[in-house]
């Protein structure tokens, strides 16, 4: 199993952009979710699924946007990007939600000029 | 809403020392507290997983201790080794239902030196 993915590892957007990042499972995970990681800070919960269909906010949605059409994948869609979002994206995905651990993407380093 | 903290930020040992790393938190109300190990570049990597009701979990020279009256977690590694130069993060799961609930503390940079 290759586990989660993640593309691209690393992108540089200017203000205004938009990009999707992708993320992908291959544990039949019903669970996923995305964060960021800011220098020095804890991570944070942008937006998470569980399962095909159901997405719901979580603790910093502004500025993103997700969709969760198979068990798979949960892009994230930044639109009109902001330095703001400068930051580590990680996806990670669990079979449940209760004492399941998560498992994470190696990350996605995006950087707004 | 749970705060989670981590010191020191980090921390540098010699190869072969034991180290406590520790880790609390605000809200007693926990479902579970995972210590996860993050390498440069990569994502996290769970090491252990702690149920509330459970007081410590042990993985090879991996420890880690819970007492939620208190608000604390420690993560003891014994005979450090270079190998285990990494940011080690906890995170604490809320009781209450829903995915919205992972807090994570901010991390302690470990550098052992050979």
């Known amino acids: 199993n290759a586990g989660v993915t993640q593309t691209p590892k690393f992108r540089i957007l200017k203000i205004g952009q938009s990009m999707t990042l992708q993320c992908t499972q291959d544990?039949?995970?019903?669970?996923m979710y995305w964060y960021r990681q800011d220098p020095g800070m804890g991570l944070k919960l942008i937006y998470y699924s569980v399962g095909a269909g159901i997405t719901d906010k979580g603790e910093v949605p502004n500025g993103y946007n997700v969709s969760r059409s198979t068990t798979e994948d949960f892009p994230l869609r930044l639109e009109l990007a902001a330095p703001s979002q400068t930051s580590v994206y990680f996806c990670?995905?669990?079979?449940?939600?209760?004492?399941?651990?998560?498992?994470f993407g190696p990350g996605t380093r995006l950087l707004v000029l | 809403k749970q705060e989670v903290t981590q010191i020191p930020a980090a921390l540098s040992v010699p190869e072969g020392e034991n180290l406590v790393l520790n880790c609390s938190f605000t809200?007693?109300?926990?479902?579970?507290l995972q210590w996860f190990r993050q390498d440069p570049g990569k994502g996290l990597t769970s090491l252990l997983l702690i149920q509330s009701s459970q007081r410590e979990q042990t993985s090879g020279r991996l420890n880690a201790s819970l007492d939620k009256s208190s608000g604390r977690s420690t993560l003891y590694i014994a005979a450090s080794q270079p190998g285990d130069s990494a940011t080690y993060l906890c995170a604490v799961k809320g009781d209450q239902t829903g995915a919205n609930n992972l807090f994570f503390g901010t991390g302690t940079r470990l550098t052992v030196i050979p």
């Open positions: 990670a995905s669990s079979y449940g939600d209760s004492q399941e651990t998560q498992y």
């Open positions: 809200d007693s109300a926990i479902y579970n």
């Open positions: 544990m039949n995970h019903n669970y």
